[in-house]
């Protein structure tokens, strides 16, 4: 699992979010056995997971630039 986890880390958030959509759509769609289900499952736990770590990535760079830019507003 260790190994899939770091393939899922060097996807982007575009890339990872795309997967998470195709497999959310063969879950709700595709009827598959059991072992299959439980490893999409997974899978797309996984690149959630990923994702919200993205984007909490990018919220605390916007948070920091906008608060670093109004100071500089402010300041002057």
Same mark, same amino acid.
């Given at each position: 699992? *260790? #190994? #899939? =986890?770091? *393939?899922?880390?060097?996807? =982007?958030?575009?890339? *990872?979010? /795309?997967? &998470?959509?195709?497999?959310?759509? *063969? &879950?709700?769609?595709d009827s598959k056995d059991l072992?299959? =289900? /439980?490893? !999409?499952?997974?899978?797309?736990? =996984?690149? /959630?997971?990923?994702? %919200?770590?993205? &984007? !909490?990535?990018?919220? &605390?760079?916007?948070?920091? /630039?906008?608060?670093?830019?109004? %100071?500089?507003?402010?300041?002057?």
């Amino acid at each position: 699992m *260790a #190994k #899939k =986890t770091d *393939a899922v880390k060097k996807l =982007t958030y575009e890339q *990872a979010l /795309l997967e &998470l959509e195709q497999i959310v759509d *063969a &879950l709700e769609n595709d009827s598959k056995d059991l072992r299959e =289900t /439980l490893e !999409q499952f997974e899978r797309g736990k =996984t690149l /959630l997971q990923h994702c %919200q770590k993205l &984007l !909490q990535g990018a919220d &605390l760079k916007v948070r920091q /630039l906008t608060e670093k830019g109004l %100071q500089d507003f402010v300041g002057k």
